[in-house]
């Protein structure tokens, strides 16, 4: 379990296990839902965990992990921190989620979130959303590992955008 900001040797073991389940899973779609699951399982201050892929003007939710579901399945582009950082192609970090008009409520229990695009070929196919109960629980840390995480995940972020 990995406590505050995840540090460099829990990183690597992160990615690690990230590359393990990618090749030991049978499908785009379950590596994508094991990996919001271990995210979940191991960085306490990640409290819901969502990948969504884009499929034309809209971001689609395709695996979450976290105690409740989410309305907001269908995102379009430019829409909430999720459709803005899909437009700008960058990582947005909201340390105060209430003071954030842009931002577009899913949990009353949420109180900052991280946004990271998933770029394949230098265009956004999807993006990893985090939620956490924490105020202001994303640093640099997270940023750095999610944006690997990101480009580890994209080939099948892709697939499943394509396929489906
Ligand atoms: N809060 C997001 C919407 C997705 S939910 O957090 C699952 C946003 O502002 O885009």
């Known amino acids: ?16 296990r990230v590359n393990k389940l990618i090749a030991e899973s049978p499908t785009p779609q379950e590596a994508i839902q094991r990996t ?3 995210l979940e399982e191991e960085v306490r201050h990640y ?11 809209e971001l689609v939710l395709t695996s979450y992990s976290g105690p409740s579901a989410t309305e907001h399945t269908r995102i ?12 700008q192609e960058k990582t ?3 340390p105060d ?6 931002y577009l409520m899913c949990f009353p229990s949420t109180q900052s979130e991280i946004v990271v695009p998933i770029k394949s070929g230098g265009k956004v196919v ?18 750095e590992t999610l944006e690997e995480i990101a480009e580890r995940i994209a080939p099948l972020v892709k697939r499943i955008a394509e396929e489906t």
């Open 92 to 94: 947005i970090i909201v």
């Open 1 to 16: 379990m990995i406590r505050g900001m995840p540090v460099s040797h829990d990183r690597h073991d992160l990615l690690r």
């Open 47 to 57: 409290s819901w965990i969502g990948i969504y892929a884009v499929k034309g003007d």
């Open 97 to 102: 989620v209430r003071k954030d008009s842009r």
């Open 126 to 143: 999807g993006e990893i959303d985090i939620d956490s109960d924490e105020i202001a629980a994303f640093g640099a840390s997270d940023k």
């Open 76 to 87: 379009k582009l430019g829409v909430g921190i999720c459709g803005l950082a899909a437009l």
């Open 36 to 38: 919001t699951a271990l």
